[in-house]
C-alpha cells in the first residue's frame, strides 16, 4: 500500500537549502496536485520502498514538472504535514519498520487548513547567512493557539562549529493561508533567542513581503528580494535601552538620589496581593 500526503512547498531557499516550508502550494492547481502525487506513488512503488519519504520536483513556469531526487526519511519541514492531515509521520514511520500495514488507504486522507514552517537557525542573514556559533543565553518559546516550536536549545546551550546550526522549526496552523502568515508573523515576534545570531528579524520581514503574501515564490526568491538585507539597528538600540532601564529600576536603584529603594516598592501586584482564595 503506497499513500501520498499531498505536497510542500520548498522554494524559498538560502545556500540551496529550504528555510521556509508551507502546505498547500499556491502553485499547484488540484489536476498537477494530483499528477504530482500520482508520479511519486508510481516512483515508490517501482523502486519498491519500504519506508516514510519525500519525492521532490522541480516545477516551471509553464506547469510541468521534472524529478529532482528522493529522500528516504522524514524531512525537517514534516510537521506541516502532520498538522494538516492529523496524522503522526514518525509513529507511521515506526509501524512502517515493525511491519505494520498502512491502516488508511489514500482515499481516506483529507488535509485541513494551511501550514507554514520557518527555520531557525544560528547563523547571520546579513553576512550571506554564515553560522554563528556561540553561548546561547536566554531562550522563549512562541505560544498560543497553530503554534508549535519544536527545539532543543536552553539558555546555556553552546552552539557548536561541527555540525549544521540549526536551533528549532517554528510551525504554525490556521484555516487558510491569509491567517497562517499572521499568525507566523506573530510567533517570530514572539520567539527570542539572545547569545547568538539568529534570521528571527530576517523571516518577519520575508513573510511579511508582498512577494511572498501574494504566493511568488521561486528558488531565486531570496536572491530577487532580500539580497541587500541589513537588520533594522533601531531595534537593537531599543533592546540595549530597554535592558538599561530593566536595571536601573531594580531593588537598589532609586530615583531619589543614593538611597537604596525599600524591596516592597518593587513587588509585582500578585505580590503585593498577600495569600488569596478564589471564590466560589
Known amino acids: 500500500n503506497v499513500v501520498h500526503l499531498f505536497e510542500r512547498e520548498c522554494s524559498i531557499q538560502r545556500r540551496h537549502q529550504k528555510i521556509i516550508e508551507e502546505t498547500p502550494s499556491v502553485a499547484l492547481t488540484d489536476e498537477l496536485r494530483n499528477r504530482m502525487g500520482a508520479a511519486a506513488v508510481a516512483a515508490a512503488r517501482a523502486a519498491g520502498y519500504v519506508n516514510a519519504g519525500t519525492v521532490e520536483f ?29 496524522l503522526d509521520l514518525v509513529r507511521r514511520q515506526i509501524e512502517i519498520a515493525a511491519g505494520q500495514p498502512l491502516p488508511f488507504t489514500q482515499a481516506e486522507i483529507s488535509r485541513r487548513g494551511h501550514a507554514i514552517e520557518c527555520r531557525i537557525y544560528a547563523e547571520d542573514p546579513a553576512c550571506n547567512f554564515m553560522p554563528a556559533p556561540g553561548q546561547i543565553l536566554f531562550v522563549k518559546a512562541p505560544e498560543g493557539p497553530g503554534v508549535r516550536y519544536d527545539h532543543g536549545v536552553c539558555a546555556g546551550f553552546q552552539v557548536p562549529i561541527q555540525y549544521d546550526p540549526i536551533l528549532g522549526k517554528l510551525v504554525v496552523w490556521a484555516e487558510d493561508r491569509p491567517s497562517a502568515v499572521e499568525r507566523m508573523i506573530r510567533a517570530l515576534k514572539e520567539c527570542v533567542i539572545l547569545g547568538v545570531k539568529t534570521p528571527i528579524e530576517f523571516l518577519v520581514d520575508v513573510v511579511s513581503s508582498e512577494p511572498f503574501r501574494s504566493g511568488r515564490t521561486h528558488t531565486g526568491f531570496i536572491e530577487e528580494n532580500f539580497a541587500q538585507w541589513q537588520p533594522d539597528r533601531l531595534l537593537d538600540d531599543l533592546a540595549i535601552l530597554g535592558f538599561v532601564a530593566h536595571e536601573m529600576a531594580g531593588p537598589g536603584f532609586s530615583p531619589q538620589g543614593n538611597e537604596r529603594a525599600r524591596a516592597d516598592e518593587w513587588l509585582s501586584p500578585w505580590q503585593r496581593l498577600g495569600a488569596w482564595d478564589l471564590g466560589r
Request: proline share 3%.
Open 58 to 86: 522541480l516545477l516551471d513556469g509553464s506547469g510541468e514538472f521534472y524529478f529532482l531526487e528522493v529522500n528516504t526519511r522524514l524531512q525537517v519541514e514534516h510537521p506541516i504535514t502532520e498538522l494538516t492531515t492529523g
